[in-house]
């Protein structure tokens, strides 16, 4: 999948979370969408570095801290 399909997908989720809206404006998007993109990214990267979150960390470019704590407030680490 290249990052133009990526692209596209999130362009064409917005424009029917819009629609979907009919006509409410709507509110705090930024947070909204990092919140749903973020879980399902670490779910996926974490998977496929086999749970070292080393690895993930430097394939996401975070620093290992803060991946913890991203892991932690999505409650991926028990």
């Given amino acids: 999948m290249s990052n133009k399909h990526i692209d596209e997908v999130v362009r064409a989720s917005l424009e029917t979370y819009f629609r979907d809206l009919n006509?409410?404006?709507p509110d705090?998007?930024?947070?909204?969408?990092?919140?749903l993109v973020e879980k399902p990214?670490?779910?996926?990267?974490?998977?496929?570095a086999d749970n070292n979150q080393s690895r993930a960390a430097e394939?996401?470019?975070?620093?290992?801290?803060?991946?913890?704590k991203k892991l932690l407030d999505h409650k991926l680490l028990k």
């Avoid at 705090?28 to 919140?35: A, F, K, Y």
């Avoid at 394939?59 to 913890?68: A, M």
């Fill in 23 to 25: 006509g409410t404006e």
């Fill in 28 to 35: 705090n998007m930024h947070d909204m969408l990092v919140r």
């Fill in 41 to 48: 990214l670490l779910e996926i990267v974490m998977q496929k």
């Fill in 59 to 68: 394939w996401l470019g975070l620093n290992r801290n803060t991946l913890r």
